[in-house]
């Protein structure tokens, strides 16, 4: 009992982590309905900065101007990039973000390299023990930050008139200008947004237990794409409690994969996706997601 509660609670923790990168795609596609597939690059660029200046200007200063540059990132992406073919068709703009991912990773893995980037954090490899059951720190830190982060936002998109703005371009975007809406400020705050977003669950998926940020940091937002499908791609809420699907299926798949070898090895990888498979063939537009209905 003890390890499936040490599991639950570590699954929890990294799906609220996932639900921040999930949160970046839906961001994103309810601002310009387009799928963003530069995901990667984003969360790779901030987890990059804050682990190469941690030890020369200290983790707190790292941390704020390794989120500051995801957002910077994500802002040149869409204002350089996307901004140019604004009215193409959203397929086409999907596939100019894989474009961008592939440059913006290819550069950051050759600076990288083989080296495994260690970020000085405060926690270090900590635990917190509660009666029998243990939890890294790092890990109880991110399920608060990342609550945090995410109820602020939830708060911001009901409340202010960034939100207000944002929803009128999800709505009917060709409304929401002919009302004053500036979309191009919708897109780019949000694209920013969502860097932002990355760079801090970059954070958290490069501290203890993890051994730092390497090359294959940037695959955790394939991880994240699950959640962000099966949670609903226009629904904010929904990527939270996709994230914290995917974490707890990811936790308690690796935790108990000994004891299900007859599925083969690597079942920890491939279980968020099975889920969202498994979701979709029920509802396809996902859990919170919006269904599309047509007048015939």
Not at 129 to 152: C, E, H, M, N, P
């Amino acid at each position: 009992m003890t390890t499936f509660i040490e599991l639950l609670l570590g699954g929890v923790s990294l799906g609220s982590v996932y639900a921040l990168i999930a949160l970046g795609f839906v961001v994103i596609f309810r601002a310009t309905e387009v799928v963003n597939f530069a995901h990667a690059s984003l969360l790779l660029a901030g987890g990059y900065v804050t682990a190469v200046l941690s030890d020369d200007i200290g983790f707190w200063p790292a941390l704020l101007t390794g989120i500051t540059s995801g957002a910077l990132v994500g802002a040149a992406i869409e204002f350089l990039v996307l901004r140019r073919y604004r009215g193409s068709d959203h397929s086409v703009l999907a596939i100019v973000t894989i474009g961008v991912d592939i440059l913006l990773v290819t550069d950051l893995t050759r600076r990288i390299g083989t080296d495994v980037l260690a970020v000085r954090d405060p926690w270090g490899d900590q635990l917190l023990t509660i009666g029998s059951v243990s939890l890294a720190q790092t890990r109880v830190a991110a399920l608060l930050v990342a609550g945090l982060l995410i109820t602020a936002f939830l708060l911001a998109f009901r409340y202010t008139s960034w939100g207000v703005a944002m929803r009128a371009a999800a709505e009917n975007a060709g409304t929401a200008a002919l009302m004053g809406i500036r979309l191009g400020r919708v897109s780019l705050g949000a694209w920013a947004v969502a860097g932002g977003l990355a760079a801090v669950a970059a954070l958290f998926l490069t501290v203890f237990p993890t051994p730092g940020l390497e090359r294959a940091t940037s695959l955790a937002a394939l991880k994240a794409f699950p959640a962000a499908i099966l949670g609903g791609l226009d629904s904010t809420t929904g990527a939270l409690a996709g994230g914290l699907i995917v974490g707890v299926t990811e936790s308690l798949a690796t935790g108990y994969q000994s004891d299900l070898t007859f599925l083969g090895r690597g079942l920890g990888d491939l279980a968020p996706y099975l889920v969202m498979i498994a979701i979709l063939l029920v509802r396809p537009a996902g859990l919170l997601g919006t269904k599309e209905t047509a007048r015939v």
